[in-house]
């Protein structure tokens, strides 16, 4: 059984603040880290993924892959009331197989 | 990115009978995948549709209660067969894009199954 665990929230960040999503996943063998975004009621969009240790920069976004500690999280720079949703974090295996987290929900405050 | 429609948007269906979701790609693709997504959920893969070839399964869903087809590479449909309340959930089809560190998956709008 493949884990992916992620606090469910809801985490509250001021509007402009940093906000700091985390992951953790049990599969020494995943190979790359997708994070999506999924509003209330919508299907899930992509964000942005990472497959090398270190951090990868896209726009306000930033993910962080630490596969030593089997550890990934997304950084979501200036935040806005825009980006409210459920974040979720999806390890791959063998390069197709997506795990989902549960997903952490995100609220920016005004 | 590809654009992905599924039909229905939502249906609302009486326990024992069968609903077919159709999922539309306005690109070829390899890999389209099936996703169930219960209320308060994440998602869960129920299987992994490949053109030319039976869906693989994961464990938990078998193909006599979700059959599926792929017919062509920009279409496949889900059947939910004898459906009972507990098949109530959103169901996502998604598709496999290629990449150099392999597929990213897109998904489609989602289709709303109440079963009373």
């Known amino acids: 059984q493949k884990e992916v665990e992620q606090n469910s929230g809801p985490l509250s960040v001021p509007e402009g603040a940093i906000a700091s999503l985390n992951c953790t996943y049990s599969?020494?063998?995943?190979?790359?880290f997708f994070w999506y975004r999924q509003y209330s009621g919508k299907s899930p969009e992509l964000i942005m993924f990472?497959?090398?240790?270190g951090d990868k920069e896209d726009g306000r976004f930033t993910a962080q892959l630490n596969k030593a500690s089997q550890y990934v999280s997304l950084l979501i720079r200036d935040s806005q009331p825009s980006d409210s949703a459920t974040y979720l974090c999806?390890?791959?295996?063998?390069?197709?197989?997506?795990?989902f987290g549960s997903g952490t929900k995100l609220n920016v405050k005004p | 990115s590809a654009v992905i429609s599924q039909k229905p948007s939502r249906d609302i269906c009486q326990r024992g009978t069968s609903l077919t979701i159709q999922c539309q790609v306005d690109?070829?693709?390899?890999?389209m995948f099936w996703y169930r997504q219960q209320p308060g959920q994440s998602l869960t893969l129920i299987a992994t549709?490949?053109?030319?070839?039976?869906?693989?399964?994961e464990s938990g869903f078998v193909i006599d209660k979700f059959p599926i087809s792929r017919p062509n590479l920009t279409f496949s449909t889900l059947t939910v067969s004898n459906m009972s309340p507990e098949d109530s959930s959103i169901y996502l089809c998604?598709?496999?894009?290629?990449?150099?560190?392999?597929?990213?998956?897109?998904f489609g709008p989602g289709t709303r199954l109440l079963v009373l």
């Open positions: 998604s598709v496999g894009t290629g990449g150099t560190v392999g597929e990213t998956q897109y």
């Open positions: 599969d020494r063998g995943s190979q790359s």
């Open positions: 990472i497959y090398s240790n």
């Open positions: 999806a390890p791959t295996y063998n390069f197709n197989k997506f795990y």
């Open positions: 690109s070829q693709v390899t890999m």
């Open positions: 549709a490949n053109q030319g070839s039976e869906a693989t399964y």
